[in-house]
């Protein structure tokens, strides 16, 4: 089965409103990062939080590590956080390769 | 200015045809990757490079290889290019080891005709 699953798979919110996202994963995870992905495609890196909280600016990361499970909080969504948020986990295997999930498609309405 | 650079942007070739496409960090990172996008947007990893020690995806075709130089540099080699190859590379490094960050580039888009 997947090992990282993503929800929900698309977000709709209004501009101003916060959201959460959410990430789970099947196997243990050594490190856990959160990307932005634009909608020409290019990929940038959130944050990195294998375990506990992260802030930075809007953005909030909270790792349950022994429950497997991650959220990214977006507080007062701009149109400009339009894209796809991304969570990926490197499973621990000393190979330091990144396994995705397939992301959360979010849109704003402004 | 330090990130990672890709080139070609994009790239547009028959089947059957050799492709090669090139990768920089200037990160001062020691480990560098290639990952691949495919249409339905899932990425997936290719191959991770460290210290001459290279880490093959099982489910790569033999047909792809990564090409070093140092560790600044990891191109993406295609022999002989197949439709399903149709797709996003991205490159990506960081430092070893279990809790540091990968950085992306832009990424290179394939379209196998």
């Known amino acids: 089965g997947q090992q990282v699953q993503q929800s929900p798979s698309s977000l709709v919110l209004q501009e101003g409103e916060n959201a959460e996202l959410q990430c789970n994963f099947s196997s243990t995870a050594t490190q856990l990062q959160w990307f932005y992905q634009s909608p020409g495609g290019s990929l940038v890196s959130l944050l990195s939080n294998p375990s506990g909280t992260k802030h930075t600016g809007r953005l909030t990361s909270t790792t349950v590590t022994k429950e497997r499970r991650s959220s990214l909080h977006i507080s007062s969504s701009q149109t400009t956080d339009s894209g796809t948020y991304l969570c990926?986990?490197?499973?621990?295997?000393?190979?330091?390769?990144?396994?995705f999930g397939k992301g959360t498609k979010f849109s704003l309405i402004p | 200015e330090t990130a990672v650079f890709q080139t070609p942007n994009y790239h547009v070739t028959q089947v059957g045809n050799e492709v090669s496409f090139n990768c920089k960090q200037t990160l001062g990172h020691d480990t560098m990757y290639w990952y691949k996008q495919d249409s339905k947007k899932l990425l997936k990893i290719m191959f991770s490079y460290n210290n001459k020690q290279l880490i093959v995806n099982e489910t790569v075709p033999r047909r792809f290889s990564p090409q070093s130089s140092d560790k600044a540099h990891l191109n993406l080699r295609i022999k002989s290019v197949e439709p399903e190859d149709s797709a996003v590379y991205l490159c990506a490094s960081s430092y070893w080891g279990f809790s540091y960050e990968q950085y992306f580039g832009p990424g290179t888009r394939l379209t196998v005709l």
């Open positions: 990926a986990i490197d499973r621990g295997t000393g190979s330091n390769r990144l396994t």
